[in-house]
């Protein structure tokens, strides 16, 4: 496949499952490392700890905890100042995307197949487009 750049500033926030647990965190900035034009300011100070949603359940059943992780995950993000953030994990997103409206704050969210799937599209990747419409 022919890479393309995807001019972006991004930050990674890791899923705690794929950080903590797997250990397989650093397999995800490896692959999208190869994005040409990317600008990975790396994962966010506080990655290794959970967004404050777990499974979206923490907002509903531990509500100080989380909106204290929230703000604490906030300041981190605007430190590192990226136009994206990279999510690994389907409940991060959805957590993630409640803090962004919640809080008015103008960040992309983003998986690292959509970042792959930009830079293939650009890439004029003969079939891609084709193959993008495949159904299963």
Known sequence: MNSAPVKMRVSIQHSCHLMNVAKAHDAVLRV????????????LDTADICCGGAGMMYPDRHPDIAKEITRQKIEDVMRHKPEALILESVTCKAHWTNIIRDNNLSIKLLYPTELLDASYMSGRNPGYEELKSVSI
């Open 32 to 43: 999208i490392s190869k994005i040409p034009g990317l600008e990975i300011r790396g994962g």
